[in-house]
């Protein structure tokens, strides 16, 4: 078998569901009204986060910085996705398709270390609040939050240059919405045994290492809470975390199923509906979980909405 990987200017066909045009077009919609609702939601935790002086804090720092990997995540796949849906060609050229498929796994990888760095902040706020401030200072937070984005470049590094130099000998046709990896090693035609080692290594380093931190911190939050005696503050305990951990539950449930699982053992469509599920459902609840179990944010947002109406009439 010829193994040579072809020209590197070859488009790919990212087929979707074009076998079901009815549902594509459900789907085309759907998608468009996500997007939207991720644009909106996720650009307005970031801009109140900046404007008022009172979410100035550590906890609103590291939400700030998950929306914006959200909006470029997003920004990474929908644009593209929606041109395939709506145009008459599926194709992507090579170099889309390495672009979308770098960013994709760097801004995912740096999302699953940026909420085990959340994860941590909250167990420093309810475990340790009488030292919260110097534990959690400013030097610290940006160290912490410029470690998740260099491991998310650095793993997507590593992960793209492997996947990109398996022989495709010719192929081009992807069953997929947009180029991931478990579409890019699926379209190779041989089997290499390291990439899959290497792949499962970075799973357990991304994804079950930052989860059990996460687990870990959740263990002794929840600990702290069962000795909180005044119901004001439990209650404030349960929405900041509770939140935290419905972000957590539907960003690495999805990614941990998808990737840690054996690729054959996942139906095409199966697989097609988690890949919309953590690529545009998962960053339009983000900002809508925060925002409505959030009762800072939610003041946030009145007192930015009322400073801008009063500017306004004056």
Not at 31 to 56: E, K, P, R, W
Not at 142 to 160: E, F, N, P
Request: net charge positive; with cysteine.
């Amino acid at each position: 078998m010829d193994t040579n990987n072809g020209s590197s200017t070859t488009d790919f066909i990212l087929l979707g569901f074009s076998d079901r045009p009815q549902l594509e077009r459900i789907i085309s919609g759907l998608v468009f009204i996500f997007y939207i609702v991720t644009l909106v939601g996720n650009t307005t935790i970031i801009l109140v986060s900046y404007l008022d002086a009172q979410l100035h804090t550590p906890m609103y720092f590291f939400l700030s910085n998950l929306s914006f990997l959200d909006l470029c995540y997003a920004t990474s796949i929908v644009p593209q996705m929606l041109v395939n849906l709506w145009g008459p060609t599926r194709s992507i050229t090579y170099g889309g398709c390495v672009l979308q498929f770098f960013f994709a796994l760097d801004l995912g990888s740096a999302e699953c270390l940026l909420l085990a760095v959340m994860a941590y902040d909250r167990y420093a706020a309810v475990c340790q609040p009488l030292h919260y401030t110097v534990i959690m200072h400013p030097q610290l937070c940006q160290k912490m939050v410029l470690t998740a984005w260099l491991g998310g470049l650095g793993s997507a590094l590593i992960l793209c240059s492997l996947t990109l130099k398996l022989p495709r000998c010719g192929h081009r046709d992807m069953d997929t919405f947009y180029c991931e990896m478990p579409a890019l090693i699926k379209m190779a035609c041989v089997y290499s045994k390291v990439m899959e080692i290497i792949v499962f290594a970075l799973g357990v380093v991304f994804l079950l290492v930052p989860l059990s931190l996460i687990l870990i911190s959740y263990g002794v939050i929840t600990q702290a809470v069962v000795r909180i005696k005044s119901e004001a503050r439990w209650r404030k305990v349960l929405n900041t975390c509770g939140s935290h951990l419905t972000v957590v539950t539907l960003f690495y449930g999805t990614i941990i199923y998808m990737y840690m699982k054996p690729q054959n053992s996942t139906s095409q469509d199966e697989g097609k509906f988690f890949t919309l599920f953590y690529t545009i459902i998962t960053p339009t609840l983000n900002p809508l979980i925060y925002t409505l179990r959030n009762k800072d944010v939610k003041s946030a947002v009145k007192r930015t909405l009322c400073l801008e109406k009063w500017s306004a009439k004056s």
